[in-house]
Nanobody, 117 residues
Framework: QVELTESGGGLVQPGGSLRLTCKFS????????MAWYRQAPGKQRELVAS???????DVADSGKDRFTISRDISRYELYLHMDKLTPEDTAVYYC???????????WGQGTQVTAAS
């Protein structure tokens, strides 16, 4: 059973940076497409960035030129590095995994990111 555990969220001043980490366990990390989503209060969950099993990244327009997604295969970890955070980035950030052979999807519990002065 795949488990995803996010960490690294917190309170940051506008303009600041954070790095989120998602620890993957329970299967072969390299066989999964990975992504970060976020959900702000009263809004739908939205895709922030994705990273295919072939290591092709894609970042949503909301994070273009500010967010970077990457993974460390040896550590079984997914990262989201966020720069120039604004109050509009305040949300719970979720790690998502999708198996490339079964299509099964998994979610982490989420980590809160708050950009406020």
């Amino acid at each position: 059973q795949v488990e995803l555990t996010e960490s690294g969220g917190g309170l940051v001043q506008p303009g600041g940076s954070l790095r989120l980490t998602c620890k993957f366990s329970g299967s072969v990390f390299s066989l999964y497409d990975m992504a970060w989503y976020r959900q702000a209060p009263g809004k739908q969950r939205e895709l922030v960035a994705s990273l295919s099993s072939g290591n092709e990244p894609d970042v949503a327009d909301s994070g273009k030129d500010r967010f970077t997604i990457s993974r460390d295969i040896s550590r079984y970890e997914l990262y989201l590095h966020m720069d120039k955070l604004t109050p509009e980035d305040t949300a719970v950030y979720y790690c998502h995994a999708r198996s490339t052979y079964s299509g099964q999807e998994y979610w982490g519990q989420g980590t809160q990111v708050t950009a406020a002065s």
